[in-house]
């Protein structure tokens, strides 16, 4: 059995933990065409015909392709997508169509820990690993009971493994592959305000660095919560900020207030080398001065911001595939995991056409630059980049 990673074309570092999990468990070797994207087809080296490929809605259309080829030039072989085990990473849904192998072992301390030395680019992140450069990835819980519209880790059950298990994970990572440092892949590391104490006490004498690269809910932040965790070793975390308008927060039924999410800044502004911010641009409800006034936010608090352009699940399916040279028109098995269809309405708040989307995304980045490298500008100065943005995007119609 030979499992593949269809290429996501990001978070190159960053393993597929449901792959390497499956793998695992059944001893398979991986092609990771993400991390390792070239050669593109060096699967068809494998000496099998069992093929089971691993796919998020991000690389949905690159999967897609990877079947077609196998059945291209071996018409007898088996292709079939992964289910179980994860069911999100990174909030990108693990999704399946056609033939399945599914894992009905439950998130828990029985799970094996993962063997990434089956991935055909593990020297890759071996390397990486030992010089610091990159972060061995720990899911210590899945699950998210919140209910926020836009996300995909909404309304989940949360399954936890103990947090012994995790250390022992993180010790024999230690030992078989040195690494220097590690990073939280929950979907809500700190719902139990108790776990996270007891996971910062027992992580401290392993003398590892380490990060929450996913969102942190703010109102579950307190300063015990954040002395804690950096004696621990941790450096850097995020919070789930979305939009500075507690009127959208609201539709988007995100459960937080922006004077919680203020408090949680400020609180961990002092005690951590960097904060980091996820903002969404375009949520349903949202005025053009609305987004304006995230951007506010970010000057004021001086936070490192991530900012994304709102797509609904089907759409960004569509788009994948568009990406992929492969068909917008293809359906999927499991589309009960869909936005509802109102919600395609994310393009409103400024009139463009899907077809845009590349022009909105291009001056996005040039915004996140300004952000990043220009944080001095005045929010007037942004204002006016906006205006330049909306106008570009109606001329491309």
């Known amino acids: 059995m030979i499992f593949i990673n269809p290429d996501s074309r990001t978070n ?14 059944y001893r398979g070797r991986v092609v990771d065409l993400n991390t ?21 809605s991000r690389n949905y259309g690159h999967a897609q392709k990877i079947k077609e080829d196998i059945f291209l030039k071996q018409p007898a072989a088996s292709v079939r997508t992964l289910k179980g085990i994860l069911d999100i990473q990174c909030c990108y849904p693990f999704i ?25 680019s593990f020297q890759i992140f071996l390397a990486k690993w030992q010089s610091g ?27 936890t493994r103990s947090v012994d298990n995790c250390i022992d994970e993180l010790r024999q990572a230690q030992v078989k592959w040195n690494i220097k440092k590690f990073c939280i892949m929950d979907d809500c590391f700190n719902l139990k305000k108790g776990r996270v104490l007891e996971f910062a006490a027992k992580t401290k004498p392993l003398n590892l660095e ?20 950096r004696a621990s ?14 009127r959208i927060l609201g539709m988007a039924q995100k ?19 960097s904060i980091n911010g996820f903002f969404i641009f375009g949520l349903p409800g949202t005025t053009m001065a609305d987004d304006i006034e995230s951007l506010c ?21 569509q788009i994948d595939a568009i990406f992929n040279k492969a068909s917008s028109e293809t359906s999927l098995d499991n589309h009960s995991s869909s936005q509802p269809d109102q919600m395609l309405r994310w393009a409103k708040w400024i009139g463009i056409r899907e077809s845009s989307l590349p022009v909105i995304l291009k001056y996005t980045c040039r915004l996140i630059f300004l952000i990043k490298y220009r944080p001095r500008l005045l929010p007037k100065q942004f204002l006016t980049i906006m205006r330049m943005v909306y106008a570009k995007s109606l001329s491309s119609n």
């Open 297 to 317: 936010f970010i000057l004021k608090h001086g936070i490192n911001a991530h900012l994304s352009v709102y797509v609904p699940f089907d759409k960004g399916i």
């Open 133 to 159: 450069e990159w972060y061995y990835p720990l899911m210590t819980s899945i699950g998210c009971p919140f209910k926020c519209t836009y996300c995909m880790s909404r309304c989940r059950v949360y399954k």
């Open 96 to 120: 399946t169509f056609g033939k399945t192998l599914s894992i009905d072992i439950p998130f828990s301390d029985n799970l094996p820990f993962p063997d990434y030395s089956l991935l055909d």
């Open 255 to 273: 459960g937080e207030t922006i004077a919680q999410i203020e408090k949680a800044v400020s609180i961990a502004k002092p005690r951590f080398d």
């Open 210 to 229: 380490w990060i929450c690269s996913n969102g942190l809910r703010a109102d579950l932040f307190d300063e015990e919560i954040a002395d804690a965790i």
């Open 36 to 56: 390792m994207p070239d050669p593109g087809n060096r699967f068809h080296d494998e000496k099998e015909n069992d093929y089971v490929l691993s796919v998020q």
């Open 12 to 25: 190159k570092d960053i393993p597929n933990l449901a792959v390497a999990y499956a793998a695992t468990l």
């Open 233 to 246: 070793g941790c450096r850097y975390l995020s919070f789930g900020v979305e939009t500075a308008s507690d």
